[in-house]
């Protein structure tokens, strides 16, 4: 019933956007799903419901597998939202298939090369897997733009094995002092 008042409602993503809230405080992520797998009937050909069920799989409920179904199914659908493969790289990522991740976050940014988030996750991904100088120069471009980045990276476990390099610490340090205020 749900389902359908929201397909009938004459802003059904404001009503998705209200539901996806909801549903998170109240805890009931699958039910979500359930949700959006319903509305995916009601609403053909919407990337969007698929890419917010492989956001909700991946990051809420730790389904990696279908999360990266669901992306490609988005991508499918608009092959143009770096967004959506940023998504699927992030569950690539967190099932520990950095190749793969990389991969996608690649893609995400032959989409929009001006993606922090996408940049950012690449940076991630190669100094995980010990390629520091290509880390920090996708570092660099990261926070170039988006400078909110910086105190993430600085805090990232994720860049433990370039933390103590003299590129990295130049990187934040010269990130700080060019910040307008």
Known sequence: IFAELITEAQDPIEWISFAHKSYVSSKQLSAFVSLLDDLRGEMHGS?????LQGEILSEGLSDHKRAVDSFADAILLDPKRSEFYNGMGLAYYR???H????NTFHKALSVDPK?????????CVLSILGRSDEAIDSLKEAISLDTRLQDLASKDGDFANIRA??????LLDT???TRVP
Do not use: C, H, I
């Not at 190749?99 to 990389?102: D, G, I, N």
């Not at 993606?115 to 940076?123: C, G, I, S």
């Open 47 to 51: 990337s969007y419901l698929y890419a």
């Open 99 to 102: 190749a793969e991740a990389l």
């Open 115 to 123: 993606d922090a988030t996408a940049r950012y996750n690449q940076a």
């Open 165 to 170: 390099k003299e590129e990295f610490q130049t």
């Open 175 to 177: 990130q700080k002092t």
């Open 95 to 97: 099932m520990n298939q």
